[in-house]
């Protein structure tokens, strides 16, 4: 994948933000065999350009899922419920920089993420002040406050990523391969084989969605966070992944099979 990339001229990461940010944001994901990316790739608008920073087009990412005893965020979204929650900590570890990210979603439809700067040394827990603020997103959507208390590391999520920014600087799409999910205790599962391509687009289709399209790829209801403690926990409702789970999501491998995405 990284030879066909360099065909692409680059774009830096401010200029990305800015052309690529959308008030309006439909995004799409798709489940893609990594051995039909490079195809893929190919198939995109020479004018496409690819984020690069330093030399480098694809980063290491690690996430954190903090979750309730009782998984209260994973079933909210194996309902779903129009109220539900997701909460991690991002760490980008070839910068060695992380942040704390809480997306809700209220009753009237309406999607809210806050994003802030955290601690990487602190990246597997909630710090007070974390806490505080999670507590005042519950607020939002009924969640009592009282169940911040209780909130956990639950899934550890670890991939490579690249960009790539259309022709028209608005639509954009990210490619991630490498994809690894362990819990705690460091249990889990890789999926060298796969890829999750996710499309970011205004209300209409993007031209890298009618490429997978023609390439008989459609959008898949796939959640980093659900699927993959889904696939670990066969005692968890499945029903939304099914499809998944019995079919790309089945081929795994141990984890220690797939090259780390990163040293920290």
Known sequence: MTSVL?????????????????????????????????????GLDAATRVLEIDGVRDFAYESFYFDTPDLLSFHMAAQPRRR??????????????????????????????????????????????ARDEVAEAFGSIGVAPSRVDALDATLVTRYRRTTVLAPDAVARATIDAELTWLTPEGDGFALPR???????????????????????????????YATGLAALRPDLPRNRWSRLLRGPFADTARPEELPCAATV
């Open 6 to 42: 360099s065909h692409f001229d680059s774009v830096g990461l401010d200029e990305l933000v800015s052309e690529a940010s959308l008030l309006t944001r439909v995004d799409r994901k798709y489940v893609v065999p990594r051995a039909e990316l490079d195809v893929l790739i190919g």
């Open 84 to 129: 539900r929650f997701k909460l991690r900590t991002r760490a980008y570890l070839d910068v060695g920089s992380a942040y704390l990210e809480i997306k809700t979603r209220g009753a009237r439809g309406s999607t809210v993420k806050e994003r802030s700067a955290y601690p990487s040394a602190d990246r597997d827990r909630l710090t007070a002040r």
């Open 194 to 224: 796969l890829a999750i391509v996710e499309t970011k687009s205004g209300a209409r289709a993007s031209d890298i969605d009618r490429l997978l399209w023609r390439s008989g790829y459609r959008p898949a209801t796939v959640s980093k």
